[in-house]
């Protein structure tokens, strides 16, 4: 929950908030768009093969992301300076993007590849647990959900940014600074701007954004402390119901939410025939929408509660998402695909504000910690429960419909869970 005596700074929610604008450089454009459809299509040795040992690498970096995330949060918690924990995983996750630069269109960089997008996707998603633990810090009680839907709407637009630059650099004929085309290198250079990207753009959040101070406990006597913390918080959570409750519903359309984003441009260029450049100019188009839904629901959050944004966003997509199954043409596809954006961003951003109200203020690192976990540890679920229907009926649109499943029965878990009532500074 919110301090009370949180005041609202004008210039650090905006340093905060920026954070977002440089870290979605990573997802959009390594995780989505660009790079995931150069290594399926131009380094492995066939799509199949490609998209199978990607879905491989994404199960291993969602478990690791599960198990770590918690033990993470609950260090930080005791050794404080989340500020310079935050510091340090986003160097790492822009080490690892800018690394990608050597992985060349050839079969024998399939390995080194994978490697490097799961660290940088560990490293994504670990710094993520502490720059949301900030959020509860950074805004009163009265104005958490929009400062989180701010973020989380500038964040979308942050992606859709990068991916017109990546856009730009692909399409340059000649290629700029003199980059192979043989050798994909316009693609590969991309994951460079993502590294740049991102540095540069956290500088903000990481200069001005103090965090937690020091405590002065040392990392071994905070590692010892913070495994001890986790198996006593899962007991804890008996008599936490609303948290309980809340946890599990989004592990459940959490899931369906992060099988979505994985398999929303395979199914786009495989059921509707979109090209690599369409498929981009797709992702940019929905960031768009994305964005402007999580900032202009940034206000029901705190008018009307974090838990009805998240069930109206999780009911908006699954009625858009039933009918981007049964339409043919490419044209419907692109009428329905941008309205589905705009409850992107509400599902998520409203959900990190839910966590923020209902966890105890001293525990905000494992309870975020907790809130990754049951974001990625069933990371492995959604794609092959998705697989196993594709394969089983031989229709791509069997396989997304799966997610339903996900988004429907996290909402039922949702109705349960009762939000405290919205405190005033």
Known sequence: MTGPGVRARPGRIVAWCVYDWANSAYPTVIGTFVFATYFTQGVA???????SRWGVAMAVSGLLVGLLSPVFGAIADRTGGQRAWLAGFTLLAAAAAAALWTVGPDPAFMTRGLVL???GTLAFELGTVFYNAML???APARLIGRVSGWGWG???FGGLSCLVACLVLIEARPPPFGLDTVEAGAVRATSVLVA???AGFALPTLLAVPGT?????????????GLGAILAVLPELRGQPAIARFLLA???YAEGLNTLFAFGAIYAAGTFGMETEEVIRLGIAINVTAGLGAALFAFADDRFGSRAVVLVSILSLMAIGAALLVITSKAAFWALALPLGIFFG???AASRTLMGRLAPRDKLGEYYGLFALTGRVVSFAGPLVLAAATALFQSQRAGMATILLFLGGGAALLLAVREPPHRRD
Do not use: K, N
């Not at 101070?213 to 402390?225: D, F, I, M, Y």
């Open 196 to 198: 740049l990207w991102y």
């Open 213 to 225: 101070p020091r405590t002065g406990v040392g990392l071994a006597e905070a590692v010892h402390q």
């Open 346 to 348: 509400p599902a998520q």
């Open 154 to 156: 500038l964040g979308y």
């Open 136 to 138: 509860p810090a950074v």
């Open 117 to 119: 997008v799961v660290l």
């Open 250 to 252: 989004r592990l459940l």
């Open 45 to 51: 040795p066939d799509p199949v093969t490609g998209a």
